[in-house]
């Protein structure tokens, strides 16, 4: 049989704040006929295998006509949402392609995905090593050892410029880029300090990746925290979080310390731009000769630190220097409910939803 079940989660309305699973996603039904779909040159007919539940998704459920949409490109209601993953070519006419490759790139919150020649996401494909797979289980490469990885390596070289001895802190450090960039950090010969929503996440910051300090931020007055765990201040603040944090994070900061801009997840709920948090203190980044630089991980695609990412990442693996966490959910119908109990701080490490067997 060439007609295959295609189950898949579409956008159901708008979220406002953190989205809810009922009211904001819904599963839908539908059949792929492979055999009988017509592919123009270079489309794709992929078999999802492992999806990567990433932050950034949210910023694409905006209602289009919100000012953040002015910087990328939404996901519409009735349309099925789109991540990142490893999936199988079932069918191409790509002819850089061929039937059985594993690829990582663009896909939809569904079990096959046809990826259009005309779809920008064509370029952004590439081939999973599959000699790697003697040493690291599939599901790594959805994420850890493709942009995922790069993201927390690549910025912290490239921007934190860290030195031995320095002082480095990292909010929402036990997600995925958090725990890469403290081991890396850890590596390098720097101080690494953590922040984390719970008490287990904080166990494991300190007992498995071996941070040097680590805290739970929901218990705690921050600046009295950083205070007392970054007692000769701040050379390198990886931010995933913004607003409030962020505001703090610029007291405790040195002189000519680096801000890693790399998400701002305490703004991507609120809808209103006139309710998002103003950094009342950005003069400390001119007063003490501070570097504060966003980035987005494509803009290390081709260049030498995407190489040296993945010859790095790999040694670290084998030698134990890099122990990376993931849970891996089952079944495209608990998508959306991975998704938000993501948002929600639930995850320890990396989410990641299992489409299928490969």
């Known amino acids: 049989m060439t007609v295959k079940s295609n189950k898949g989660v579409i956008l159901k309305a708008y979220p406002k704040g953190i989205p809810e699973v009922d009211e904001n996603f819904e599963l839908t039904h539908r059949t792929i006929d492979i055999e009988c779909l017509n592919l123009k040159e270079n489309e794709f007919i992929l078999r999802n295998l ?12 905006q209602d289009p006509t919100s000012i953040i949409m002015k910087y990328g490109k939404g996901v519409l209601t009735g349309q099925v949402v789109n ?12 002819p850089n392609y061929k039937v059985g490759d594993l690829v990582y790139g663009p896909i939809g919150w569904e ?42 390596y690549a910025s912290l070289i490239d921007i934190g410029k860290p030195k031995e001895g320095e002082t480095i802190y990292i909010s929402t450090a036990a997600g995925l880029t958090g725990q890469l960039v403290g081991q890396i950090a850890k590596i390098k010969g720097l101080r690494v300090v953590g922040s984390t929503g719970s008490d287990e996440k904080v166990d494991f910051l300190l007992n498995e990746l071996k941070f040097d300090a ?17 007692p000769n201040g701040i050379d390198i603040y990886y931010d995933n979080v913004g ?12 002189r000519f310390a680096r801000v890693v801009a790399c998400g701002m997840i305490s703004q ?33 695609f081709g260049k030498d630190i995407e190489k040296e990412f993945e010859k790095d990442i790999i040694e670290w693996i084998k030698s134990g220097k890099i122990i990376y966490k993931e849970t891996v959910i089952d079944g495209v119908e608990n998508i959306p409910k991975t998704f938000v109990d993501m948002l929600n701080g639930k995850n320890t490490g990396k989410y990641i939803v299992k489409i299928a067997d490969y």
């Open 111 to 152: 079990e096959y995905s046809h990826i259009k020649s005309d779809d920008a996401s064509v370029s952004s494909f590439m081939l999973v090593n599959k000699e790697l797979l003697k040493d690291t289980p599939l599901s790594y490469h959805a994420s850890f050892l493709k942009f995922g990885g790069l993201t927390s």
């Open 268 to 300: 991507y709920h609120v809808t209103n731009p006139e309710e998002r948090y103003g950094v009342k203190n950005l003069t400390n980044i001119v007063l003490k000769s501070m570097i504060f630089q966003g980035f987005v991980v494509t803009d290390y």
């Open 214 to 230: 680590a805290f739970n931020y929901k218990k705690v007055d921050l600046d009295k925290a950083l205070s007392e765990y970054c």
């Open 243 to 254: 607003g409030k944090t962020l505001e703090v994070a610029l007291e405790h900061c040195n």
């Open 83 to 94: 991540g990142l993953g490893v999936s199988e070519v079932v069918k191409t006419s790509n």
């Open 50 to 61: 492992y999806l990567s539940i990433d932050p950034y998704v949210r910023v694409t459920l």
